[in-house]
């Protein structure tokens, strides 16, 4: 499993987040997304939230990730929300840095970091066959 140092990445307010300092000795699920992904929107978000609530002992956050000449503000993000409330942390990885770093298929793509920050699983996509797959990497995970 790859150990991570740190993911330097911006909040909402334009400050830098390390990622691994803010959320350290706890597992780590982030979901990279983009909000022109109707799957991320739709299923990957909601689903981010369901696990939120469902594994208290997990931290969960998103990385939105810009591609080409894009540009997304804070009330962008906020828009995709009906109550205009961010159920979890949400960052930006401008120029889809840490994207490429953890080799993501597209959007959604979810990192799994164990309580060390080493990569634990790493899966793409929103479907039931990914969520599957993530609920039970999460059971593996937190029940061992």
């Known amino acids: 499993m790859i150990k991570i140092d740190n993911i330097t990445v911006t909040t909402l307010e334009g400050e830098p987040a390390d990622l691994i300092k803010e959320y350290k000795n706890k597992p780590l699920l982030i979901l990279f997304y983009n909000n022109q992904c109707l799957g991320c929107t739709g299923r990957a978000i909601p689903l981010a939230y369901q696990f939120s609530k469902d594994y208290p002992e997990l931290s969960v ?50 990192i799994i970091l164990n309580q060390d920050a080493r990569v634990f699983k790493s899966f793409y996509g929103s479907q039931e066959n990914a969520q599957n797959r993530l609920y039970y990497a999460l059971e593996e995970l937190l029940n061992t």
């Open 61 to 110: 956050v998103a990385i939105h990730s810009t591609f080409g000449n894009q540009t997304i503000s804070k009330q962008e993000i906020l828009d995709i929300f009906t109550l205009k409330e961010i159920p979890f942390p949400i960052y930006m990885d401008d120029h889809h840095k840490w994207f490429d770093f953890f080799n993501c298929e597209g959007t959604p793509h979810w």
